[in-house]
């Protein structure tokens, strides 16, 4: 059955072609009431297979094998190094997001060359590593180096690589077209399945032996070819290798539009026509940017940035770039951060109370809901602010001040229940709460509710500062 099955879209996929290959035990072990209601949340993306404690044991081992093969994505899932910082790649199992959630975000790998000194190439290890963004209380760091051979000395590679794999333990991408050359680094990283890039039409024989021989995975290359692509990839699986990575080019200018083709057109086929010489994880190189004759290093970082931003969309699995800008990677990683997210679930923070500074009983109190996005903002108007205040975060199920009050997910009722849960009368003295001014609406109603006298603050948060300082503590005639 698994075998047939396997075939179809994970959106063809029913709860009960899961719910008949899992142990029917009602143990509870995943944090559902029974097997049933797992299935339905397996087959969602909610949970994954080893959410089911029961599945691991010997006893059903052969029903992990056939679940594991009913619910394999059209996209192979690929793991790139070892340890914490592994970076996964690819599983994907549909070609838009709004059909089923992405899994395994894109990895960002930054080059370094053999040529570089060994200083150099420390000290650019270290703003790799140094690299972090919180965005809506995430941290969104770089994934990976990509060490480049630019002497084609096998002698100087290996001491690159020998430098770079002591100064960290993020993955590793060995890049050579020189089997040799590859050899020697591989030698030094032994165990740390670096990815090997790459495998074409003249090499693919040395660097499938080396691919097998240390246990990594590899890259199949043709840049510009997808009928010599597909049967490279064709010639590696029937040696026995399955960790492939597909690489089909990255052509900045005038070759972009045929790069996201390209690009496009290989998902097409893994996730609409079940290709299994497709249905591995895609390489992007928007570092192929700096390879042309432009004057301005401006413009090339401008095209890089865009060129990552393309192939972020439309489908690459994994990138290698160059620029170490913040106005260049940002983007990058916010917009993968967005792309990557539920959009079932909304992003949101825990409810409670929040409190900054150094408040005392007469201080302002304030409430907001629990969307991140909101939440962070204000937070961060607070700090710059320097208010000392207590905040309130209501559960609206992670939506923001407006769509909750029109949704009636923000209303006096559950405020005043939020002023009774987290006990605001001991936190304040002065029974006066500042509510968002886009929940304006809700001031009359939420006096009466809670007997609270209500002052509606500013639209956006950025406004708080000038809003204490003109209206707290209140007026009595308020």
Same mark, same amino acid.
């Given at each position: 059955?698994?075998?047939?099955?396997?075939?179809?879209?994970?959106?063809?996929?029913?709860?009960? &072609?899961?719910?008949?290959?899992?142990?029917?035990?009602?143990?509870?072990? $995943?944090?559902?009431?029974?097997?049933?209601?797992?299935?339905?949340?397996?087959?969602?993306?909610?949970?994954?297979?080893?959410? $089911?404690?029961?599945?691991?044991?010997?006893?059903?081992?052969?029903?992990?094998?056939? !679940?594991?093969? !009913?619910?394999?994505?059209p996209v192979k899932v690929v793991t790139i190094g070892t340890g914490e910082h592994a970076m996964t790649i690819g599983g994907k199992h549909v070609l838009y997001r709004h059909?089923?959630?992405? *899994?395994?975000?894109?990895?960002?790998?930054?080059? !370094?060359?053999?040529?570089?000194?060994?200083?150099?190439?420390?000290?650019?290890?270290?703003?790799?590593?140094?690299?972090?963004y919180q965005y809506i209380g995430r941290e969104i760091r770089l994934d990976g180096i990509a060490i480049r051979s630019t002497s084609g000395d096998p002698e100087i590679f290996r001491g690159a690589v020998r430098t770079t794999a002591a100064a960290t333990s993020y993955p590793l991408i060995l890049c050579t077209l020189d089997p040799v050359v590859m050899e020697a680094g591989l030698l030094e990283v032994e165990g740390r399945r670096p990815l090997i890039y790459a495998a074409n039409e003249e090499n693919w024989r040395e660097m499938a032996d080396l691919a097998l021989r240390f246990n990594a995975p590899l890259v199949a290359s043709a840049p510009g070819d997808p009928s010599l692509l597909r049967t490279l990839t064709k010639t590696l699986t029937a040696s026995g290798l399955m960790d492939l990575v597909l690489d089909p080019g990255t052509f900045p200018d005038g070759g972009f539009a045929k790069t996201i083709y390209s690009f496009t057109m290989l998902r097409k086929a893994a996730c609409t026509s079940h290709d299994e010489l497709a249905g591995f994880p895609l390489l992007g190189t928007p570092i192929a940017a700096w390879a042309g004759d432009e004057l301005s290093r401006e413009a090339v970082r401008w095209k890089e940035t865009y060129m990552a931003a393309g192939l972020i969309s439309r489908y690459a699995d994994l990138l290698i770039m160059h620029s170490m800008e913040g106005w260049v990677l940002l983007p990058q990683l916010i917009w993968r951060f967005n792309i990557y997210t539920d959009p079932r679930k909304p992003v949101s923070v825990d409810p409670g109370v929040r409190t900054f500074g150094s408040p005392d009983k007469q201080s302002p109190l304030l409430i907001t809901t629990n969307y991140a996005l909101t939440f962070f903002t204000v937070e961060a108007d607070i700090k710059s602010a320097h208010i000392d205040c207590h !905040?309130?975060?209501? &559960?609206?199920?992670?939506?923001?001040?407006?769509?909750?009050?029109?949704?009636?997910?923000?209303?006096?009722?559950?405020?005043?229940?939020?002023?009774?849960?987290?006990?605001? &009368?001991?936190?304040?003295? *002065?029974?006066?709460?500042i509510i968002p001014g886009l929940a304006a609406r809700l001031s009359g109603e939420m006096e009466e509710a809670s007997g609270w006298r209500i002052l509606v603050g500013p639209k956006d948060s950025s406004g708080l500062k000038r809003y204490i300082e003109e209206y707290w503590p209140p007026k009595d005639d308020e």
């Open positions: 059955m698994a075998n047939i099955q396997q075939k179809k879209s994970i959106r063809e996929i029913s709860p009960i &072609d899961v719910y008949k290959l899992l142990p029917k035990t009602n143990c509870g072990e $995943c944090g559902e009431a029974n097997c049933m209601a797992f299935a339905t949340k397996l087959v969602n993306g909610e949970y994954t297979i080893p959410d $089911c404690p029961p599945l691991a044991s010997e006893k059903y081992s052969r029903l992990l094998h056939d !679940l594991s093969a !009913l619910l394999a994505p059909e089923f959630t992405y *899994h395994n975000p894109t990895p960002v790998a930054i080059d !370094l060359t053999d040529t570089m000194t060994q200083e150099e190439i420390i000290q650019r290890i270290e703003a790799i590593e140094g690299f972090s !905040l309130i975060v209501v &559960d609206t199920g992670g939506i923001s001040v407006e769509s909750a009050v029109a949704g009636r997910y923000l209303t006096s009722d559950s405020m005043a229940e939020a002023l009774k849960e987290y006990e605001a &009368d001991s936190l304040v003295d *002065h029974h006066t709460l």
